[in-house]
């Protein structure tokens, strides 16, 4: 199924600055997967002023969020706080690729 066909769920984050003053405009959408898809699929999106858009895909197996409920909570927790991270490597130039498996089950990659 195309994520276009799946309901989702969007989140702001609001701005995240940097301590060098970048600024950061940060938003997080999570999709609503059919049952035979043992995962929910989602976004960052990381929003600046000069540098553009910089994006970030986060897999969330449903071994670990059962419900979309408890997957859009999780968008505002530890997946976050590492697209925060690599934000603070970020340049005008962009960013380094990065594959990012948690111990909880989640990835990140952008």
């Not at 994520?3 to 609001?14: A, E, I, T, V």
């Not at 706080?81 to 989640?106: H, Y």
Request: charged share 25%; glycine share 8%.
């Amino acid at each position: 199924m195309l994520l276009s066909k799946m309901p989702r769920h969007d989140r702001s984050f609001g701005p995240y600055e940097r301590p060098d003053r970048e600024v950061f405009a940060v938003t997080g959408t999570i999709f609503e997967s059919p049952p035979e898809y043992d995962y929910w699929p989602g976004f960052y999106e990381a929003h600046h002023a000069d540098w553009g858009v910089i994006r970030m895909s986060l897999t969330v197996p449903k071994r670990i969020a059962n419900s979309i409920t408890l997957a859009a909570a999780l968008l505002g927790g530890a997946p976050l706080e590492q697209v925060k991270s690599e934000l603070m490597k970020a340049t005008e130039n962009g960013r380094d690729f990065i594959w990012c498996p948690s111990a909880d089950g989640w990835t990140l990659i952008g």
